[in-house]
């Protein structure tokens, strides 16, 4: 991604609160991510909820970054990550990473914002900033994604059951979107015979909690394995060389098990 077009995606961030990047993702990670999938989903026995919101027809698979090397490669993707830092900041974090697979006859998902259980004033300034992987095509039929344009903006979250004028995030297979976490979206109808398969990439800024525990989430010994920026992007790292820490030191040194290295200039201290 040249610097022109990450200037582009942000900025239609900022104003429409959504950007699709076309071709993001390779196609062999996108063969391997699909195959994967359906091995978790026969190995894990997933079938879908037994509510509205996550869908009756919808099979979700959550914690991926413990489920196998391949899903380290997300949340660190060259097409995605630097369009994150620049909506929130380096100090991002892994906030969730989940499959999501609307089978056929799903309906479609209340709309909603990801941030709209943080009870702050809106709107405000971006806290989480999500990405929608297309491991299928999503075409209006087959449950693309709803959102509406510029909602990220209102001084409200979506009244829940009121009728809103949508359109569809409509994509090709490999292709992402990035959206502000107060957007108002939600998961479209069904209306084929094929299931629409995303892979829903989700961050927060670093001083929000995150979605899924990934300390505990992820086993110590899958951690150790990241790469330096995964590690920091799931929460073994400090956010401004304070939150997170134990005892001045970065969980890094600890999930290491070398010696602790006290942070220098912490604020506060």
């Not at 993702?25 to 699909?34: G, K, P, R, T």
């Not at 991002?92 to 259980?117: K, T």
């Not at 009121?162 to 107060?182: C, D, F, H, L």
């Amino acid at each position: 991604m040249t610097d022109a077009e990450l200037e582009a995606h942000v900025a239609r961030v900022a104003r429409d609160g959504y950007t699709i990047v076309e071709d993001a993702i390779e196609v062999d990670l996108v063969d391997a991510l699909a195959d994967d999938l359906l091995r978790l989903e026969r190995e894990l026995g997933a079938t879908p909820a037994r509510n509205i919101f996550e869908g009756t027809r919808t099979t979700r698979i959550y914690n991926l970054l413990a489920r196998g090397p391949l899903y380290q490669r997300i949340p660190v993707h060259a097409s995605v990550l630097p369009v994150v830092e620049q909506v929130l900041d380096r100090g991002c974090l892994v906030s969730s990473l989940s499959s999501i697979a609307i089978g056929p006859g799903e309906v479609p998902q209340p709309l909603h914002a990801d941030d709209q259980v943080i009870p702050l004033p809106r709107p405000h300034v971006a806290i989480i900033a999500n990405s929608m992987w297309a491991i299928t095509d999503f075409t209006e039929e087959n449950g693309a994604t709803r959102i509406v344009p510029g909602s990220h903006l209102r001084d409200h979250a979506p009244p829940l059951g009121v009728a809103q004028e949508t359109i569809p995030a409509v994509m090709k297979r490999g292709s992402v979107m990035i959206y502000n976490g107060s957007l108002w979206h939600g998961g479209g109808a069904n209306r084929t015979d094929q299931r629409r398969v995303g892979i829903a990439m989700n961050y927060c800024a670093g001083y929000i909690r995150q979605q899924e525990n990934q300390q505990l989430g992820i086993p110590l010994e899958v951690a150790r394995t990241f790469a330096p920026r995964l590690r920091k992007l799931a929460g073994f790292g400090l956010y401004r060389r304070l939150l997170g820490h134990i005892d001045k030191c970065s969980p890094e040194d600890l999930l290491d098990g070398g010696p602790p290295r006290p942070v220098v200039g912490v604020v506060g201290s």
